[in-house]
T-cell receptor, first 113, second 114 residues
Framework: TQLLEQSPQFLSIQEGENLTVYCNSSSVFSSLQWYRQEPGEGPVLLVTVVTGGEVKKLKRLTFQFGDARKDSSLHITAAQPGDTGLYLCAGARGSSNTGKLIFGQGTTLQVKP | NAGVMQNPRHLVRRRGQEARLRCSPMKGHSHVYWYRQLPEEGLKFMVYLQKENIIDESGMPKERFSAEFPKEGPSILRIQQVVRGDSAAYFC????????????FGSGTRLTVV
């Protein structure tokens, strides 16, 4: 059973297009994080959202945490080839003191020049 | 300020051998996590350690796998009698407080069992 479902799993778009990646669950998370991972490297933290309804922006990336803290989305405006990579959402359940994160299976994004 | 350092980056072992994966957390980080990533899958939690203590090992297979984070030195993930199914990328992450607000990951160790 996948606690965090990401969609789509694969996305191939042209430079300049917009896209949205979704991360959904039936469970409530105390916080949710988004990472980007490039081939042969470890994931790099992009953002952490904690409050239901929270919206955070990181340049052309907009992250939203659902009101019920069960889902999140990542929107990229005017995608560039440098955005290519594997995007992972990860949630912490219960007290943040558990330290354990549950990861989605990832969305592979390819941005063609 | 060096990030999370993992070594080796690549490790090849024959079936039945032991694999030792090392992780030095970021300076000032006392919380270490190990995750395993199989091809086309997300990361799966294995174990969470603080200095000299295992806090949560609920994701670790009961047999052949062990982890430690001694008072001095790196954290070690040890896999005894490796099998082909152990082939994966193993990532270590660290945080200054329990990780609900984000980790710093290392570059991983890619284990291949032949």
């Amino acid at each position: 059973t996948q606690l965090l479902e990401q969609s789509p799993q694969f996305l191939s778009i042209q430079e300049g297009e917009n896209l949205t990646v979704y991360c959904n669950s039936s469970s409530v998370f105390s916080s949710l994080q988004w990472y980007r991972q490039e081939p042969g490297e470890g994931p790099v933290l992009l953002v952490t959202v904690v409050t239901g309804g929270e919206v955070k922006k990181l340049k052309r990336l907009t992250f939203q945490f659902g009101d019920a803290r069960k889902d999140s989305s990542l929107h990229i405006t005017a995608a560039q080839p440098g955005d290519t990579g594997l995007y992972l959402c990860a949630g912490a359940r219960g007290s943040s003191n558990t330290g354990k994160l549950i990861f989605g299976q990832g969305t592979t994004l390819q941005v063609k020049p | 300020n060096a990030g999370v350092m993992q070594n080796p980056r690549h490790l090849v072992r024959r079936r039945g051998q032991e694999a030792r994966l090392r992780c030095s957390p970021m300076k000032g980080h006392s919380h270490v996590y190990w995750y395993r990533q199989l091809p086309e899958e997300g990361l799966k939690f294995m174990v969470y350690l603080q200095k000299e203590n295992i806090i949560d090992e609920s994701g670790m297979p009961k047999e052949r796998f062990s982890a430690e984070f001694p008072k001095e030195g790196p954290s070690i993930l040890r896999i005894q009698q490796v099998v082909r199914g152990d082939s994966a990328a193993y990532f270590c992450a660290s945080s200054p407080v329990p990780g609900g607000n984000g980790y710093t990951f290392g570059s991983g160790t890619r284990l291949t069992v032949v």
